[in-house]
Protein backbone atom coordinates (compact mmCIF):
# COMPACT_ATOMS: atom_id res chain seq x y z
CA UNK A 1 0.00 0.00 0.00
CA UNK A 2 1.11 3.32 -0.84
CA UNK A 3 2.24 5.65 1.99
CA UNK A 4 -0.09 8.37 2.74
CA UNK A 5 1.39 11.90 1.74
CA UNK A 6 -0.01 14.15 4.92
CA UNK A 7 1.88 17.14 3.49
CA UNK A 8 0.09 16.74 0.05
CA UNK A 9 -3.34 15.78 1.99
CA UNK A 10 -3.23 18.82 4.04
CA UNK A 11 -2.89 21.53 1.22
CA UNK A 12 -5.56 20.06 -0.45
CA UNK A 13 -7.66 19.99 2.75
CA UNK A 14 -7.30 23.64 3.39
CA UNK A 15 -8.23 24.58 0.12
CA UNK A 16 -11.49 22.65 0.43
CA UNK A 17 -11.58 23.48 4.08
CA UNK A 18 -11.79 27.55 3.70
CA UNK A 19 -14.02 27.08 0.51
CA UNK A 20 -16.50 25.33 2.45
CA UNK A 21 -15.87 27.99 5.04
CA UNK A 22 -16.89 30.95 2.54
CA UNK A 23 -19.49 28.87 1.58
CA UNK A 24 -21.05 28.17 4.88
CA UNK A 25 -20.86 31.75 5.44
CA UNK A 26 -22.13 33.20 2.51
CA UNK A 27 -25.11 30.92 3.73
CA UNK A 28 -25.65 33.08 6.52
CA UNK A 29 -25.24 36.41 4.40
CA UNK A 30 -21.72 36.98 6.02
CA UNK A 31 -18.61 37.17 4.05
CA UNK A 32 -14.92 36.37 5.79
CA UNK A 33 -12.84 39.27 4.57
CA UNK A 34 -15.65 41.56 5.88
CA UNK A 35 -15.60 39.07 9.62
CA UNK A 36 -11.82 39.59 9.48
CA UNK A 37 -11.51 43.32 9.00
CA UNK A 38 -14.65 44.25 10.87
CA UNK A 39 -13.01 42.46 14.24
CA UNK A 40 -16.37 39.67 14.61
CA UNK A 41 -15.97 36.75 16.07
CA UNK A 42 -16.58 33.56 14.00
CA UNK A 43 -14.90 31.04 15.96
CA UNK A 44 -18.59 29.08 16.38
CA UNK A 45 -19.02 29.38 12.72
CA UNK A 46 -15.61 28.01 11.83
CA UNK A 47 -15.64 25.36 14.28
CA UNK A 48 -18.91 24.10 13.05
CA UNK A 49 -17.78 23.98 9.28
CA UNK A 50 -14.87 22.05 10.05
CA UNK A 51 -16.86 19.46 12.51
CA UNK A 52 -19.13 19.13 9.07
CA UNK A 53 -15.62 18.85 7.34
CA UNK A 54 -14.22 15.99 9.13
CA UNK A 55 -17.10 14.01 8.76
CA UNK A 56 -17.48 14.92 5.01
CA UNK A 57 -13.74 14.28 4.27
CA UNK A 58 -12.17 12.77 7.80
CA UNK A 59 -8.67 12.05 6.40
CA UNK A 60 -8.39 15.84 5.53
CA UNK A 61 -9.45 16.78 8.48
CA UNK A 62 -6.85 14.57 10.24
CA UNK A 63 -3.98 15.68 7.88
CA UNK A 64 -5.11 19.50 8.62
CA UNK A 65 -5.36 18.52 12.32
CA UNK A 66 -1.82 16.73 12.12
CA UNK A 67 -0.41 20.54 10.40
CA UNK A 68 -2.00 22.95 12.44
CA UNK A 69 -2.83 20.77 15.66
CA UNK A 70 -6.03 22.39 16.75
CA UNK A 71 -8.99 24.80 14.72
CA UNK A 72 -7.35 28.19 17.07
CA UNK A 73 -4.49 27.80 14.95
CA UNK A 74 -6.31 27.76 11.71
CA UNK A 75 -8.76 30.58 12.94
CA UNK A 76 -5.81 32.37 14.36
CA UNK A 77 -3.84 31.97 10.83
CA UNK A 78 -7.51 33.90 9.40
CA UNK A 79 -7.50 36.50 11.34
CA UNK A 80 -3.70 37.67 10.31
CA UNK A 81 -4.94 37.31 7.25
CA UNK A 82 -4.40 33.85 5.63
CA UNK A 83 -7.35 33.26 2.77
CA UNK A 84 -8.14 37.14 3.52
CA UNK A 85 -4.98 39.17 2.18
CA UNK A 86 -3.06 37.96 -0.92
CA UNK A 87 0.70 38.54 0.85
CA UNK A 88 -0.70 37.00 3.75
CA UNK A 89 -1.72 33.44 2.26
CA UNK A 90 0.88 30.90 2.40
CA UNK A 91 -1.41 27.78 2.56
CA UNK A 92 -3.52 28.56 -1.24
CA UNK A 93 -2.31 29.86 -4.19
CA UNK A 94 -5.69 31.43 -4.80
CA UNK A 95 -7.79 33.49 -3.06
CA UNK A 96 -11.58 33.42 -4.95
CA UNK A 97 -14.69 36.03 -4.46
CA UNK A 98 -17.95 34.98 -6.55
CA UNK A 99 -20.53 37.89 -6.71
CA UNK A 100 -24.11 37.38 -5.23
CA UNK A 101 -25.45 34.69 -6.65
CA UNK A 102 -22.90 33.74 -9.09
CA UNK A 103 -22.28 30.31 -7.94
CA UNK A 104 -18.36 28.73 -8.00
CA UNK A 105 -18.78 26.58 -10.96
CA UNK A 106 -19.40 29.48 -13.17
CA UNK A 107 -15.78 30.77 -13.75
CA UNK A 108 -15.31 27.22 -15.01
CA UNK A 109 -17.84 27.75 -17.83
CA UNK A 110 -15.92 27.58 -21.19
CA UNK A 111 -17.55 30.75 -22.41
CA UNK A 112 -16.19 32.37 -19.66
CA UNK A 113 -13.29 34.33 -19.50
CA UNK A 114 -11.13 37.14 -17.55
CA UNK A 115 -9.21 40.38 -17.47
CA UNK A 116 -5.84 39.41 -16.62
CA UNK A 117 -4.40 42.50 -14.15
CA UNK A 118 -0.64 41.65 -13.16
CA UNK A 119 0.58 43.36 -10.20
CA UNK A 120 3.81 44.41 -8.40
CA UNK A 121 3.73 42.25 -5.11
CA UNK A 122 3.68 45.29 -3.05
CA UNK A 123 0.51 46.58 -4.69
CA UNK A 124 -1.78 43.36 -4.94
CA UNK A 125 -2.95 43.79 -1.84
CA UNK A 126 -4.92 47.00 -2.19
CA UNK A 127 -6.08 46.36 -5.62
CA UNK A 128 -7.34 43.32 -4.92
CA UNK A 129 -9.85 44.84 -2.07
CA UNK A 130 -10.90 47.39 -4.52
CA UNK A 131 -11.39 44.59 -7.00
CA UNK A 132 -13.39 42.15 -4.54
CA UNK A 133 -15.46 44.52 -3.02
CA UNK A 134 -16.41 46.14 -6.04
CA UNK A 135 -17.37 41.88 -7.55
CA UNK A 136 -19.64 41.75 -3.59
CA UNK A 137 -21.12 44.78 -4.78
CA UNK A 138 -21.97 43.24 -8.36
CA UNK A 139 -20.01 45.80 -9.93
CA UNK A 140 -18.04 43.49 -12.28
CA UNK A 141 -18.29 40.41 -13.41
CA UNK A 142 -19.25 36.75 -12.18
CA UNK A 143 -16.11 36.37 -9.80
CA UNK A 144 -12.62 37.74 -9.15
CA UNK A 145 -9.51 36.01 -8.33
CA UNK A 146 -5.79 36.60 -6.95
CA UNK A 147 -2.60 34.91 -6.86
CA UNK A 148 -1.13 35.02 -3.17
CA UNK A 149 1.87 34.84 -1.81
CA UNK A 150 2.31 31.31 -2.26
CA UNK A 151 5.04 30.06 -4.17
CA UNK A 152 3.65 28.44 -7.58
CA UNK A 153 5.92 26.49 -9.61
CA UNK A 154 3.40 27.86 -12.48
CA UNK A 155 4.23 31.73 -12.10
CA UNK A 156 7.18 33.77 -14.96
CA UNK A 157 8.20 35.78 -12.89
CA UNK A 158 7.41 37.44 -9.03
CA UNK A 159 4.36 39.30 -10.17
CA UNK A 160 0.76 38.45 -8.66
CA UNK A 161 -2.02 38.51 -11.04
CA UNK A 162 -5.83 39.19 -10.77
CA UNK A 163 -8.03 37.49 -12.78
CA UNK A 164 -11.59 39.29 -13.46
CA UNK A 165 -14.45 36.88 -14.80
CA UNK A 166 -17.17 37.61 -17.18
CA UNK A 167 -19.81 35.29 -17.46
CA UNK A 168 -19.71 34.78 -21.42
CA UNK A 169 -16.57 35.86 -23.67
CA UNK A 170 -19.14 36.47 -26.80
CA UNK A 171 -21.01 39.04 -25.08
CA UNK A 172 -18.90 41.83 -26.32
CA UNK A 173 -21.00 44.82 -24.70
CA UNK A 174 -20.97 43.14 -20.92
CA UNK A 175 -16.79 42.42 -21.30
CA UNK A 176 -15.98 46.28 -22.20
CA UNK A 177 -18.66 47.32 -19.59
CA UNK A 178 -16.23 45.64 -16.59
CA UNK A 179 -13.23 46.80 -18.66
CA UNK A 180 -14.57 50.27 -18.51
CA UNK A 181 -15.59 49.80 -14.82
CA UNK A 182 -12.17 48.29 -14.23
CA UNK A 183 -10.93 52.21 -15.51
CA UNK A 184 -13.37 53.63 -13.15
CA UNK A 185 -10.95 52.07 -10.44
CA UNK A 186 -7.98 52.99 -11.54
CA UNK A 187 -6.89 50.64 -13.74
CA UNK A 188 -6.49 52.49 -16.44
CA UNK A 189 -3.21 50.49 -18.23
CA UNK A 190 -3.92 48.40 -21.22
CA UNK A 191 -4.90 44.76 -19.92
CA UNK A 192 -5.90 41.82 -22.29
CA UNK A 193 -9.33 39.54 -21.77
CA UNK A 194 -8.48 35.89 -21.83
CA UNK A 195 -11.13 32.99 -22.86
CA UNK A 196 -11.26 29.68 -20.94
CA UNK A 197 -11.62 27.93 -24.27
CA UNK A 198 -7.54 28.77 -24.56
CA UNK A 199 -7.09 27.92 -20.69
CA UNK A 200 -8.51 24.66 -21.07
CA UNK A 201 -6.45 23.96 -24.19
CA UNK A 202 -3.63 24.89 -22.19
CA UNK A 203 -2.31 28.42 -24.50
CA UNK A 204 -0.61 30.65 -23.25
CA UNK A 205 1.34 33.62 -24.44
CA UNK A 206 4.83 32.80 -26.13
CA UNK A 207 6.84 35.01 -28.12
CA UNK A 208 5.37 35.15 -31.24
CA UNK A 209 2.23 34.60 -30.19
CA UNK A 210 -0.81 36.19 -28.35
CA UNK A 211 -3.79 34.45 -26.96
CA UNK A 212 -5.70 37.11 -25.38
CA UNK A 213 -9.01 37.78 -27.29
CA UNK A 214 -9.67 41.05 -26.31
CA UNK A 215 -6.92 44.06 -25.64
CA UNK A 216 -8.19 47.43 -24.40
Known sequence: MAEVDYVALADVGYGIFEHLLNKGLRVQGKYLFSLVEQDVDFKADLNAIFQQFAKDYPQLAEALIGRFKNTNTIYDMILTGEGVVPSKTTQMYWIVQDAPESPP??????????WLIFQEPDQVDASWKKLRDATVAGELGISSKVSTAKPNPDSRDNRKVIYVYTKDWADEADVMRVRQKLRDLGFVDRIGYKRNIETFAGEYAKKGKRVTYYSA
Request: charged fraction near 50%; charge should be negative.
Open 105 to 114: EAIEDENAGK
